[in-house]
């Protein structure tokens, strides 16, 4: 199993993003997919979760200009960025959360680096 993030890059402040986290392999029974964010030294932090449900959750800091998405035919997820600041420059990581045949498993992307200059 793979996740691949992409859609990271440099962007002024005010601009907007769209990230991008497509699955390769097989996952079973996903619960939740999602993006955090982390910056050197600093522990890794929730961006926005999506749920199979249907439910989504935003940290404080990105509600109203993050949104999450999923495709969920394509185990994909996206994060549209939008108002982009300077204090939202960090890698971002997408993730995935499964439970299959009562087993919890977390997948981790790889990274993509979000730079938002002021």
């Known amino acids: 199993v793979q996740l691949q993030a992409s859609g990271g890059g440099l962007v002024q402040a005010g601009g907007s993003l769209r990230l991008s986290c497509t699955t390769s392999g097989n996952i079973f029974s996903i619960v939740s997919m999602g993006w955090y964010r982390q910056t050197p030294g600093k522990q890794r932090e929730l961006v926005a979760t999506?749920?199979?449900?249907?439910?989504?959750t935003y940290a404080d800091s990105v509600k109203g200009r993050f949104t999450i998405s999923r495709d969920i035919a394509k185990n994909t997820a996206y994060l549209q960025m939008d108002s982009l600041k300077p204090e939202d420059t960090a890698v971002y990581y997408c993730?995935?959360?499964?439970?299959?045949?009562?087993?919890?498993?977390?997948?981790w992307g790889q990274g993509t680096l979000v730079t938002v200059s002021s």
């Open positions: 999506a749920t199979s449900g249907g439910s989504t």
């Open positions: 993730n995935v959360r499964s439970r299959y045949r009562g087993i919890d498993r977390t997948y």
